[in-house]
Nanobody, 118 residues
Framework: QVQLVESGGGLVQAGGSLRLSCAAS????????IHWFRQAPGKEREAVAA????????DYVGSVKGRFTISRDNAKNTVYLQMNSLKPEDTAVYYC???????????WGQGTQVTVSS
């Protein structure tokens, strides 16, 4: 069982930055792929970024490439999402989700609100 806790959301002006954290407890992230998703009001949940904990390989949705960076801290068992040059359309609840490589069941955090004002 993996428990995920997100933090770091808040209100920021357009062009600003935030760093989200996703900390795991219960077990290590080893063997997992960790995703950041976001869901804006009235919209479907969207995958934003992903990192393979074992290899460090990353992937991003096109709309955030060059602005967001996903990273990991092995010692803290934590995944980060550094968000720069934020835009109002980035406003959403951001969730981290962890899935075992080759698996299809996600562990989810509770979500953290990100609001970007214009």
């Amino acid at each position: 069982q993996v428990q995920l806790v997100e933090s770091g959301g808040g209100l920021v002006q357009a062009g600003g930055s935030l760093r989200l954290s996703c900390a795991a407890s219960g077990r290590t992230f080893r063997g997992y792929v960790i995703h950041w998703f976001r869901q804006a009001p009235g919209k479907e949940r969207e995958a934003v970024a992903a990192i393979n904990w074992s290899t460090g390989s990353t992937d991003y949705v096109g709309s955030v490439k060059g602005r967001f960076t996903i990273s990991r801290d092995n010692a803290k068992n934590t995944v980060y999402l550094q968000m720069n040059s934020l835009k109002p359309e980035d406003t959403a609840v951001y969730y981290c989700g962890a899935v075992l490589q080759g698996g299809n069941g996600y562990y989810w955090g509770q979500g953290t609100q990100v609001t970007v004002s214009s």
